[in-house]
């Protein structure tokens, strides 16, 4: 895991936001806030973009049209946009936001757990979802 923060002179450490993904390279890697640290992932290897791609497009051509089945999305998950996560994959029924990230719970968020994704997760996403449903 890396960290990024704001730390300037004479400047306190400040928690990162959502509004700090503005200053996050489009490098392929994922950039998610934890507790407003940054925590970036590399881009999936091979197997797990198959995977992926295969029960997304499942899902999508059986879901009902009123639901979105959406490939790695954005989701805000706190009022203070400190906790920010892209899931694989997510089922939503909501419209697309207007501006910036979802900020509503999917009604399925799916991790494809590889190899190089174990502890991040089974531990600290699923450890924020119990969080959230409490």
């Known amino acids: 895991m890396s960290v990024m923060t704001t730390r300037q002179p004479d400047v306190s ?3 990162l ?3 700090d993904l503005e ?3 489009d ?3 994922r950039y998610e806030w934890v507790d407003g640290r940054l925590d970036v992932s590399p881009a999936p290897k091979p197997l797990h973009s198959v995977v992926d791609t295969r029960l997304t497009m499942h899902l999508a051509l059986n879901a009902p049209d ?3 089945v959406l ?3 954005g989701i805000n998950l706190d009022g203070d946009h400190t906790h920010h996560r892209i899931p694989d994959l ?3 029924d909501c419209e697309l936001p207007s501006q910036g990230y979802f900020d509503v719970p999917p009604l399925l968020a799916v991790e ?3 190899p190089e994704s174990v502890l991040r997760d089974n531990h600290s996403k699923r450890l924020r979802v119990r969080r959230l449903r409490h």
């Open 13 to 15: 450490e400040r928690r």
């Open 17 to 19: 936001t959502v509004d």
């Open 23 to 25: 200053n996050t390279p």
């Open 27 to 29: 490098d392929g890697r």
């Open 66 to 68: 009123e639901l979105l």
């Open 71 to 73: 490939a790695a999305p």
């Open 90 to 92: 997510t089922i939503f």
């Open 112 to 114: 494809i757990v590889s």
